[in-house]
């Protein structure tokens, strides 16, 4: 059996809570695939669960129905109502399951156009079904072509190059003004949601130290500990103008805090750029600042049209992975159909060869005085004569199936009384 199915749930077609009652908890994904790979009596299933998208791949024959078997079965472990996820559900089968699969490792199919963190959820729930001894050959060969895929669009097109979320944004600025990243200092005024994911995204990329600061001096010292960064009294935070690189600003202030003439004596007494970023609202930083020499100023507005701009270039991307991805769907299914040929042909040879070894065999029986050299004469002569019958038939064969015309197989299957094997 070598077609496959997916069926799931996304960020597109049902809201958060749903996807919550239907997403098995971490320490219950391995049950809950065995549950479903049982009472949807799957040979192969892969359960993928993230935040924005639940899907079960498998395989099926018609694929529609198991499809539908499998997330039914999702629904009663679960103990979620098929009903209330029927309007949400899609199911692909085939060629659509494939193009999908592909879609969803390259992340064509995320919310955020080329976000890599996709991939390794896949890889998750691969190396999950694969030590649950719940793949197949065709799942097994479905998710190698899908990593290959995502990683030549990693490679081959750049629709993970450019940031596309305000904190991202906020790091690739800095790398242009500072270049490498690496041992900048930075301090974070404030606490806001936003400048904390920039400051985390800024240690990622090995800015060092981080210095914390806010008005509640708790919330400064619990941040900073969860960034690995260092608290700084607010009343004093000024003073350290002079000694980071960049400032990300986020207090929750009615008038601007960081003021031009504290910005240029900290310029005055350092040769490297300054970079702020303001992601507060109202904005933490006073007009004039930006006119300052040397000094890079960008606030929350400025960084989301980069973002808006990043975007676009992603979705320009995004239509050249697309083309890729139906180029490798096809190679996929290919590969797919000549395996559904293998056994007929393994079959056909092996029967074949069967009859030419044992009609050499009783030939040789009435030549004894053969020599070795004719023996192995007689072999190469036989071995060669069943090649060229079967040279006709197995190109027929690969051809057929790739043209989806398997009643070729059957055939053939048939003439020759051929043993039912199963695709490896």
């Not at 999702?74 to 996820?85: H, I, K, P």
């Not at 053969?370 to 007689?378: F, K």
């Amino acid at each position: 059996m070598t077609r496959p199915f997916v069926a799931g749930i996304d960020y597109r077609s049902a809201p958060i809570a749903l996807r919550e009652r239907l997403a098995p908890p971490a320490d219950r994904l391995a049950d809950v695939l065995a549950e479903i790979r049982e009472g949807a009596a799957l040979a192969e299933a892969l359960l993928l669960s993230t935040c924005n998208r639940i899907e079960i791949y498998g395989v099926g024959d018609p694929p529609a129905d198991a499809a539908a078997a499998a997330a039914r079965a999702l629904c009663r472990v679960q103990g979620v109502e098929a009903d209330t996820v029927a309007s949400c559900l899609y199911t692909h089968g085939d060629a659509e399951a494939v193009r999908h699969c592909l879609r969803v490792a390259a992340s064509l199919e995320s919310m955020v156009l080329g976000e890599p963190q996709i991939l390794g959820q896949v890889k998750a729930a691969f190396a999950l079904a694969q030590e649950r001894g719940s793949l197949g050959p065709t799942l097994q060969q479905l998710m190698a072509h899908a990593f290959g895929v995502a990683k030549r669009v990693r490679t081959e097109t750049e629709l993970g190059r450019h940031a596309v979320s305000v904190s991202s944004v906020a790091v690739e600025l800095a790398r242009k003004i500072f270049g490498d990243l690496d041992g900048r200092r930075a301090l974070l005024v404030g606490s806001g949601e936003m400048g904390a994911l920039a400051a985390r995204h800024l240690v990622e990329q090995g800015v060092r130290p981080l210095y914390v600061t806010n008005r509640t001096a708790g919330r400064a010292e619990a941040l900073a500990a969860d960034v690995g960064g260092t608290s700084v009294p607010f009343e004093t935070w000024t003073e350290m103008l002079s000694q980071v690189d960049i400032v990300v600003t986020a207090a929750s202030v009615t008038a601007p805090i960081v003021r031009a003439a504290d910005v240029a004596r900290a310029i005055a007494r350092r040769t490297l750029p300054l970079f702020l970023i303001d992601i507060a609202v109202p904005r933490n930083v006073a007009p004039g600042v930006d006119a300052l020499p040397n000094v890079f100023c960008y606030d929350v507005d400025d960084l989301q049209r980069v973002a808006d701009a990043n975007t676009r270039e992603r979705e320009r991307e995004a239509r050249r992975a697309a083309a890729l991805v139906d180029r490798e769907v096809e190679t996929f299914l290919a590969r797919l159909r000549d395996r559904r040929a293998a056994p007929t042909i393994v079959s056909l040879r092996d029967k074949l060869d069967g009859i030419r070894r044992a009609e050499l065999d009783r030939a040789l029986t009435r030549l004894p005085d053969a020599s070795p050299e004719m023996r192995l004469a007689l072999e190469a002569m036989t071995n060669r004569i069943l090649n060229k019958i079967l040279h006709t038939p197995l190109v027929t064969l690969q051809a057929s199936s790739r043209n989806g015309r398997d009643e070729i197989g059957a055939l053939v299957a048939e003439l020759f009384g051929l043993e039912p094997r199963s695709a490896r």
